[in-house]
Nanobody, 115 residues
Framework: QVQLAESGGGLVQAGGSLRLSCAAS????????MAWYRQAPGKQREWVAR???????TYIDSVKGRFTISRDNAKNMVYLHMNSLKAEDTAAYYC?????????WGQGTQVTVSS
């Protein structure tokens, strides 16, 4: 069982920055594939960024060049650094872990970008 807890959301003006954090349980965190998803009101949850156990990263096109996903295996943490935020980035952001074929989710943290 993997437990995830997000933090760092809030209200920010367009063009601003936020850093989301996700604390994960488990002694083999370094082997997890970690990702961030988001869900805006009335929309389906969408994948935003992923960082593999190898450290390789991938991003949805709409955040490339603005968001950076990173991980600290020593602290069991994954981060999402968000710059140049836009109103359309407003959503609940969820941390995701994939381990042994199972998906695990946090409770989410709200990001609201005012225009």
């Amino acid at each position: 069982q993997v437990q995830l807890a997000e933090s760092g959301g809030g209200l920010v003006q367009a063009g601003g920055s936020l850093r989301l954090s996700c604390a994960a349980s488990g002694s083999i965190f370094s082997s997890y594939s970690m990702a961030w998803y988001r869900q805006a009101p009335g929309k389906q949850r969408e994948w935003v960024a992923r960082i593999a156990s190898t450290g390789s990263t991938t991003y949805i096109d709409s955040v490339k060049g603005r968001f950076t996903i990173s991980r600290d295996n020593a602290k069991n943490m994954v981060y999402l650094h968000m710059n140049s935020l836009k109103a359309e980035d407003t959503a609940a952001y969820y941390c995701n872990a994939v381990h042994n074929g199972y998906n695990y989710w946090g409770q989410g943290t709200q990001v609201t970008v005012s225009s």
